[in-house]
């Protein structure tokens, strides 16, 4: 599919969705989800609004289609909700190097053996590249983090998909250029 009717199948309504945080705890919310792409630095490139019960993943492709058109990139770090064959196949058919951490999917075999895997790496003080660069992946988190605490993307009080994307785009914008003068001074 063409980026263009890749976008146009994005879900656009506002509906329910659902998370778990950090503590393992679900939380909802009724709007949209913003899906961001960012480079070092913290500079987001890319952004996607969709329904906020899409699943991430559904718009990895979408969005890395478009970041690619727009900058020059080598890899593509994502974490566990991104690991799916064809996210990987795309990634190397932009001439990208995919860094997904793995998701074992309730695989109790696959999931001792990737902790036994990260036991043995960190007993003998091994760090291999793809780990190095894996961790660059928290700029993104704290682009997400900024955006809500400081730049007005946590209470979004308009309605309407042109709207909201509207007024988080303003706050984009303002991160952007916030991001850009702590780089230069």
Not at 59 to 72: E, K, S
Not at 107 to 121: G, I, P, S, Y
Not at 148 to 171: I, N, P, Q, S, Y
Request: proline residues 4%; glycine residues 8%; aromatic residues 4%.
């Amino acid at each position: 599919m063409t980026l263009e009717e890749l976008l146009a199948d994005l879900p656009k309504v506002c509906d329910t969705g659902v998370k778990r945080n950090a503590q393992g705890y679900q939380e909802k919310w009724n709007g949209y989800k913003l899906h961001i792409d960012a480079i070092d630095g913290g500079l987001p490139v890319s952004c996607l609004l969709t329904s906020a019960s899409l699943h991430d993943s559904q718009a990895a492709i979408p969005l890395a289609q478009l970041t690619a058109g727009r900058v020059d990139n080598l890899y593509d770090l994502m974490d566990s909700a991104y690991d799916a064959a064809e996210i990987r196949a795309c990634s190397e058919r932009l001439g990208h190097v995919p860094i997904i951490d793995p998701n074992p999917r309730r695989d109790a075999h696959k999931q001792a053996e990737l902790k036994r895997e990260a036991l043995a790496r960190r007993s003998i003080g091994q760090l291999t590249p793809q780990a190095r660069r894996y961790r660059e992946r928290l700029t993104v988190e704290r682009v997400n983090g900024r955006l809500k605490d400081e730049f007005g993307g946590r209470h979004v009080r308009v309605r309407g998909h042109a709207k909201v994307l509207c007024h988080l785009m303003f706050g984009i914008v303002a991160l952007l250029v916030d991001q850009l003068m702590r780089l230069t001074l």
